[in-house]
Nanobody
Framework: QVQLVESGGGLVQAGGSLRLSCVASGRTFSSYAVGWFRQAPGKEREFVTTISLSGARTYYADSVKGRFTISRDNAKNTVYLQMSSLKAEDTAVYYC???????????????WGQGTQVTVSS
């Protein structure tokens, strides 16, 4: 079992930055790929980014490429999502999720956090 807790969300102006954190419980955190997904009101959940077990591989949705950066610190059981040049359309609840392998769809992930709200004002 892996429990995930996100933090770092909030209200920010367009063009600003935020850093989200996803802290995992358990000793086997380094055995999981971790992804970030988001869901805006009235929309389906969408993939944002993911990082491999070691952190060597990362993948991004086209909508965030060049603006968001995912990283992980396995010693701290933490994955970070650095978001820059934020736009109003980035407004959503952001969720982190863990999987035994890297995946680009939500159904490939077994464990989910409760989410953190990110609101970007234009």
């Amino acid at each position: 079992q892996v429990q995930l807790v996100e933090s770092g969300g909030g209200l920010v102006q367009a063009g600003g930055s935020l850093r989200l954190s996803c802290v995992a419980s358990g000793r086997t955190f380094s055995s999981y790929a971790v992804g970030w997904f988001r869901q805006a009101p009235g929309k389906e959940r969408e993939f944002v980014t993911t990082i491999s077990l070691s952190g060597a591989r990362t993948y991004y949705a086209d909508s965030v490429k060049g603006r968001f950066t995912i990283s992980r610190d396995n010693a701290k059981n933490t994955v970070y999502l650095q978001m820059s040049s934020l736009k109003a359309e980035d407004t959503a609840v952001y969720y982190c999720a863990a999987s035994r392998k890297v995946g680009l769809t939500g159904r490939e992930y077994d464990y989910w956090g409760q989410g953190t709200q990110v609101t970007v004002s234009s």
